[in-house]
């Protein structure tokens, strides 16, 4: 059977599931993700096969229809990817390379100048605790032991946001 003969005995409803499920192939890939016409496709595609099947009885029908399905999906992909690389596809929130968060956020510029100022254990610190330094509240951390409510203690480092103090004894800095 060549190929403009297997062309002209295809019939209509096969063409025309054929045609949908490229139409909606193309679809799904100008609408990011897989969604409803990428589902719609592979429905028409899976259809054009069986209704093939069924109206010709040709295992050589169904199968030349199945290579010129996998040739349309091949070409319809690299068409996708070339696209996409370029830049041509829809960008939507998820492809965007901004987060909806703000970059400083859970950075605090003060605690920056926090270090070195001696401030007062408001709550127990067991190793978490709090500490007001020029009146205002900060969550703290001690690295070496429980520091009991009202103590001194002296800023030695801000790392990762975290704020690390020292009990201060004799009222200096050790």
């Keep these: 059977m060549e190929f403009v003969q297997f062309w002209t005995e295809m019939s209509w409803i096969v063409i025309l599931l054929?045609?949908?499920a490229i139409g909606f192939a193309i679809a799904e890939g100008l609408?990011?993700?897989?969604?409803?016409?990428?589902i719609i496709s592979i429905i028409c595609?899976?259809?054009s096969l069986v209704a093939e099947g069924i109206i010709t009885q040709s295992v050589f029908c169904v199968l030349f229809l199945l290579v010129l399905i996998l040739?349309?999906?091949i070409i319809l992909f690299f068409i996708f990817v070339l696209s996409a690389k370029k830049g041509l596809l829809k960008k939507t929130a998820i492809i965007e390379s901004q987060s909806s968060i703000p970059e400083n956020y859970g950075k605090d510029?003060?605690?920056?100048?926090?270090i070195g100022r001696v401030g007062e254990v408001v709550s127990e610190c067991k190793p978490v605790?709090?500490?007001?330094?020029?009146?205002?509240t900060y969550t703290i951390i001690s690295r070496e032991k429980n520091i009991q409510k009202g103590t001194l203690v002296f800023v030695q480092e801000i790392k990762d946001n975290l704020v690390f103090v020292?009990?201060?004894k004799g009222g200096e800095n050790e």
């Excluded at 609408?31 to 990428?38: A, D, E, K, S, W």
């Excluded at 510029?109 to 926090?114: F, M, T």
């Excluded at 605790?129 to 205002?136: C, I, L, P």
């Design 71 to 73: 040739i349309v999906a």
């Design 18 to 20: 054929f045609c949908l």
């Design 109 to 114: 510029s003060k605690k920056k100048l926090l």
């Design 45 to 47: 595609t899976v259809g």
């Design 129 to 136: 605790g709090k500490a007001e330094f020029d009146g205002e």
């Design 166 to 168: 020292k009990q201060l």
């Design 31 to 38: 609408i990011p993700g897989f969604g409803v016409c990428g």
